[in-house]
């Protein structure tokens, strides 16, 4: 980013002879009696000039830049500050406007040119904000086809096809890093406590990965909805109901409103949260338009949503390519209340080989996964709990269930880990052994 970089501007004659025009054009210019038209015309020239002001700035902090790093200027924020009368914020947004135009030339040229201002250069800073490296420069690499974007679109729209693209990329280059970031926001995530002084007022502080904190949010407003349903509540402030709401929860609902979604324990399973994501993502995996989030348009990674996709507490809003919605909740996608009692029959705890996480703990995996055609039968069901879960979904790890209800664990490396049984309980020792072998003859081997 920082590289000196000399683009072909075209600050020439050319241009600077259209800004002139322009200008003067603006100054004899009388808005007070203009009509809808003229005032039209003027936003357009205010909009050139200002792009082109942009341009400047961009080359002016360039060249501070370098004269700051032979010893001849102050810092470019210093004298930007000092001389342009911006504040730091700013003059920090100028010297990413340079970096970002040092790595992408065509929007430096571009920028005289009317239609893409330094609100899209933002843009493409905000968008690829956390990029690695490579991926920034894969990005750049887009260039010409993001240009194309940019000259018919509003800085906002913008920026969200840059994030589509910044995503599509980071799932493309990194898809371990990808996948690895949910399980580290979720032991990221903490809670504190403490009390302000001068007001006496606790603070309770919670900082949840995107997926827990979508769950939790969507427990808060069922509940507060009905909460503000009740006699009396409708004239009372509503953080004084929201906080109502959460301390009902707290001390009615015991772990569940935080234990994750869908780590279904045999009692109460907190409500669904809603997933968006499309056809495309969800059967093959990532693609340039790539839609895959909550509802408040947080990105999941796709490996996180084909987990949930498994969960019964999660609702996929699958959306067809032209974005209309394809498929909604659950209808035969997670396992009936009598596949979880036939598999409970077999598996003790976690399927695991190496896990004693009890069956109560585990959410049913479908092997073969359901958006891949995998039914919901006891032969692609598999009981995980949700640290193995995360592991085959999220952690690349390939889990084979066979006829014979082994399994074969295969490591991302592609070396396998374990092959063998993992049903524990036999069916000559359990009633609901044998209620699972009655309704599921031939099922097993043993
Ligand atoms: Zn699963
Ligand atoms: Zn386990």
């Not at 909009?47 to 501070?64: K, N």
């Not at 342009?84 to 700013?90: K, V």
């Not at 035969?332 to 409970?344: C, D, G, P, S």
């Not at 109560?360 to 073969?368: A, D, E, F, N, T």
């Amino acid at each position: 980013m920082s590289q000196v970089h000399t683009p072909t501007y075209a600050a020439n004659d050319e241009a600077s002879v259209d800004i002139a025009r322009l200008v003067s054009g603006l100054l004899e210019q009388s808005l007070e009696h203009a009509d809808r038209d003229t005032i039209n015309g003027t936003l357009h020239s205010v909009r050139s000039v200002r792009t082109w002001l942009d341009a400047l700035e961009i080359r002016a902090a360039r060249r501070v830049r370098q004269l700051h790093e032979a010893g001849r200027a102050d810092s470019p924020v210093t004298t930007l500050i000092d001389n342009n009368g911006c504040s730091g914020r700013d003059a920090r947004t100028t010297l990413d406007r340079e970096g970002l135009c040092a790595d992408m030339p065509l929007f430096e040229e571009a920028l005289g040119g009317g239609c893409v201002g330094g609100a899209h250069l933002d843009a493409m800073t905000r968008a690829t904000n956390g990029l690695s490296p490579d991926a920034k420069t894969a990005f750049a690499s887009h260039q010409q086809r993001l240009l194309a974007l940019a000259s018919q679109m509003s800085p906002d729209a913008f920026e969200r096809r840059c994030r589509d693209l910044a995503r599509s990329i980071r799932a493309q280059l990194d898809a371990a890093a990808e996948a690895d970031r949910i399980s580290r926001q979720r032991s990221a995530s903490n809670v504190r406590q403490w009390v302000d002084r001068p007001t006496g007022m606790g603070h309770t502080h919670l900082e949840l990965d995107p997926e827990r904190h979508a769950a939790l949010w969507t427990t808060i407003e069922a509940h507060l909805a009905s909460v503000r349903q009740r006699d009396g509540n409708s004239g009372r402030p509503f953080g004084e109901l929201q906080v109502e709401a959460i301390l009902e929860l707290v001390s009615s609902g015991g772990s569940s409103a935080t234990s994750g979604t869908g780590a279904g324990s045999s009692g109460r399973r907190i409500p669904e949260i809603e997933v968006l994501i499309d056809w495309q993502t969800l059967a093959e995996g990532v693609h340039d338009s790539t839609v895959c989030e909550t509802v408040d348009g947080i990105p999941l990674p796709v490996q996180t949503v084909q987990r949930l996709c498994c969960e019964a507490d999660v609702l996929p809003v699958v959306l067809r390519s032209t974005g209309e919605v394809l498929h909604v909740g659950r209808t035969a996608r997670v396992a009936t209340r009598a596949q979880r009692r036939a598999l409970a029959a077999l598996h003790r705890t976690c399927a695991h080989p190496h896990c004693s996480a009890a069956f109560s703990r585990c959410q049913i995996h479908h092997v073969v996964p359901w958006e891949q055609g995998g039914r919901t039968d006891l032969d692609n069901l598999i009981p995980l709990c949700t640290k193995h879960h995360h592991l085959v979904h999220e952690g690349g790890w390939l889990l084979e269930l066979h006829d014979d209800r082994t399994i074969t664990l295969t490591r991302p490396d592609g070396t396998r880990s374990f092959s063998g049984r993992t049903t524990d309980r036999l069916v000559a020792q359990s009633q609901s052994g044998q209620r699972s072998q009655r309704s599921q003859p031939g099922q097993r081997s043993h």
